[in-house]
């Protein structure tokens, strides 16, 4: 199983982050009513946490294949 390299996840830590505050400041600047800056601020925090937990279903996905494939032979 290879490691992540420290370079890679600060990588996409900091381009979250970037992405996300662009996101924020964009809606927080839009001219437009309060309650429709509202509802898009509840739809992008959807989308992140969507996103997280797709990530953790994907990654539990590729290590149960990986426990799969290293104790399939000894059946």
Known sequence: MTKTTYAFYLQSAISFGAALLFLI??????????????????????LVNSSFALAKCVRDQQETRAVEGQVAPYR
């Open 25 to 46: 400041g964009g809606i927080y600047f839009l001219p437009a009513d309060g309650w429709i800056r509202a509802f898009l601020c509840l739809g992008a925090l959807f």
